[in-house]
């Protein structure tokens, strides 16, 4: 989120005077980024109400989550299925151990920590098994784990808490009673009418944690490495014949980028206070982030920022826009009908496929080819 | 048993078959530093394939290859790479959407290793973005350096190919028709290029090259391949002269040139 957003060829773009021209489109791109990234950075207090803050942490932990999946499938060209099972690894690892050993950041790092090493292991595991057969077979490997992931996280209720999840709490310091700071009287403070309690600090955390994680993939696609998964994506034969290993470099980006999925989820799964299937390992979360990364713009890293945005604003405010829609227009025929909330899912059906239309690459990609 | 030859880059019994067909057949032949071999041969003899089986890109059935006395029989392609044998494409095969300078780039971050480096950002290796500006220079690709590849015309993206074998730096040069579709004015860099490579004297080049005028300049030596099999190697007037090259690649029946 550094607000300069890293080209697609990233080598040449930090060094040529002639990249420093920015086009029309890079201003309009940098200009929904630094949007973006102050809503997010201000959400508690430009948004006082609880679903707001909801959205604003949802789309922080989504960021993180999309743009490791943009790792994969837009700068290696990796088609994974399983990226919401390394997700819910880092949810699970930390949402077993607190309700194991009750709320306590001892239990979120060595929870989390399980919970990534895990991601880390089965993802080599899978990579070095898998990455040298053809694209498809892989990503039917990926989408065998994941079940197999999902049934057992259903069966082991136990552990897992089955179908139903698990409910804990979260250290003092991120609970809503908690007071940041008291003034004489011993009542939490108020900066610009928004009380400094814990709730503030578990947006914080949700916040901060994402943007490093962020700004460490932001560092990656700019490195060396981030050049070479590049070249692998565009020609694959070329990359090996000049002395990239292939099936190395893919396996490392299989298990970096779940290993960052891994570490949303803890986050995740912090924020939440739950962890359950439904919001760490679903296939309807694996495809809201496919969903995502392609109206973002595969291979930009900021597409993740705005698909992430664009998204998950249409899925929690399009109902009370055509609400509203349906109410003021209830007066002529047939229309109201059409805006009826319940007809929610038909209207997000169309705001992607005009999506797809106008922004062939994605709205990123498609505004940084702008002008070229 | 090890070869103990002051050959760069052998093969021994190289094969490879396909089904039934043979396309290299035991191919044993020694190349040396400082010396320039053209492979001839008419279309479908192995001459391709066999860069192919010398590059890793496929596995022979039979035989063994060396670099010096090392076997490379068994290594990944990018292996080799890292051993010294750098190889540029028949059909180009370059990374279409990235920028030339980055094509160029991206071979000398393979050389010098620094490819796993992942926090760091590429801008900051200097010598990196130096050399790659070198090649470019070198091939008369500068002006285009910040057009992606794939908007190239086809001369220049021939010259980019050699571009990329140079900033591999390898002991072994292949070229697979490197002036294949070229225009008269864009054919002679190449070749001037590759003359240099073989001033520096320390070089094995392999060159697989049709057209006559070339060979007759450039060679040092000349090997044939027809239906696979090595059916002549020497100094290129005695080998153009041979009745059965005379035959087999310039379509010239051998009686009648006895």
């Known amino acids: 989120m550094s607000g300069v957003p890293e080209m697609a060829n990233a080598g040449a773009a930090g060094r040529s005077v002639a990249a420093l021209r920015r086009t029309s489109g890079q201003v309009v791109l940098h200009l929904i980024l630094a949007g973006i990234f102050l809503c997010l950075a201000l959400a508690p207090f430009l948004f006082g109400d609880v679903r707001s803050q909801q959205v604003a942490a949802r789309i922080c932990v989504f960021i993180v989550l999309v743009a490791s999946y943009d790792l994969l499938i837009g700068y290696t060209g990796i088609v994974s299925f399983a990226h919401t099972m390394f997700f819910g690894f880092g949810a699970y690892g930390a949402a077993m151990t607190l309700r194991a050993w009750g709320p306590g950041w001892d239990a979120i790092l060595i929870g989390g920590a399980a919970g990534v090493l895990a991601a880390f292991v089965l993802a080599a595991l899978i990579g070095l098994l898998s990455l040298r057969v053809k694209a498809i077979f892989f990503a039917m490997v990926t989408l065998a784990a994941a079940s197999v992931m999902m049934v057992l996280a259903s069966q082991l209720s136990d552990l897992t808490g089955g179908e139903d999840g698990i409910t804990y709490r979260v250290p003092g310091l991120l609970k809503p009673a908690t007071k940041l700071l008291t003034d004489a009287d011993g009542k939490v403070v108020r900066l610009f009418g928004v009380a400094l309690n814990g709730k503030i600090a578990a947006y914080y955390f949700v916040f901060l944690s994402c943007l490093v994680l962020f700004g460490v993939m932001l560092r990656i696609v700019a490195s060396p490495l981030g050049t070479v998964l590049q070249a692998i994506r565009e020609n694959e034969l070329r990359a090996e014949a000049i002395g990239y290993r292939v099936v190395a470099y893919r396996t490392a980006v299989f298990c970096l980028a779940a290993v960052l999925a891994a570490l949303a989820g803890i986050v995740w799964a912090v924020w939440l206070k739950y962890t359950g299937p439904d919001t760490a390992l679903s296939f309807a979360i694996m495809i809201d982030v496919l969903l995502m990364v392609v109206i973002g713009g595969m291979g930009t890293m900021t597409g993740a920022v705005i698909g992430v945005t664009v998204m998950s604003l249409a899925q929690y405010y399009l109902k009370d826009l055509m609400q509203a829609g349906a109410d003021a227009t209830a007066a002529l025929p047939l229309i109201p009908d059409l805006l009826n909330p319940d007809r929610w899912l038909l209207w997000l059906g169309i705001l992607f496929i005009l999506l797809v239309y106008f922004f062939p690459a994605g709205i990123a990609g498609t505004l940084l080819k702008k002008d070229r | ?258």
């Not at chain 2, 391709?48 to 068994?74: C, M, V």
């Not at chain 2, 971050?109 to 590429?122: D, E, F, I, T, Y």
């Not at chain 2, 002269?241 to 310039?250: G, H, M, Q, T």
Request: with cysteine.
């Open chain 2, 1 to 258: 048993m090890i070869v103990i030859a002051p050959h760069s880059l052998t093969t021994e019994d190289l094969t490879i078959r396909f089904g039934g067909h043979s396309a290299v057949n035991a191919v044993s032949c020694g190349f040396s530093p400082g010396e320039l071999t053209v492979i001839v041969g008419p279309n479908g003899a192995g001459k391709t394939t066999y860069f192919n089986l010398i590059s890793g890109q496929l596995p022979p059935s039979e035989g063994r290859i060396f670099k010096g006395d090392l076997d490379i029989t068994r290594l990944s392609p990018s292996a080799r790479a890292k051993a010294g044998i750098g190889r540029a494409f028949q059909l180009t095969s370059l990374f279409p959407r990235l920028s030339v300078l980055e094509n160029v780039r991206l071979a000398v971050q393979a050389r010098a290793g620094l490819g796993p480096r992942l926090l760091q950002k590429v801008s900051r290796f200097t010598q990196t973005w130096e050399a790659a500006d070198r090649h470019l220079e070198a091939t008369r690709l500068t002006d285009v350096a910040y057009l992606p590849a794939a908007a190239l015309s086809h001369g220049d993206q021939r010259k980019l190919e050699v571009a990329l074998l140079l900033a591999m730096q390898p002991d072994i040069f292949m070229f697979d028709e490197p002036t294949a579709g070229m225009s008269v004015d864009e054919a002679p860099l190449i070749l001037e290029l590759i003359e240099n490579i073989r001033k520096d004297g320390a070089k094995t080049i392999l060159l697989v090259e049709h057209k006559m005028d070339v060979v007759r300049a450039l060679a040092d030596r000349i090997i044939v391949l027809h239906n696979g099999e090595l059916v002549a190697d020497g100094k290129p007037d005695d080998v153009i002269a041979l009745p059965i090259v005379r035959e087999i690649y310039l379509g010239i029946p051998a009686e009648d040139v006895a």
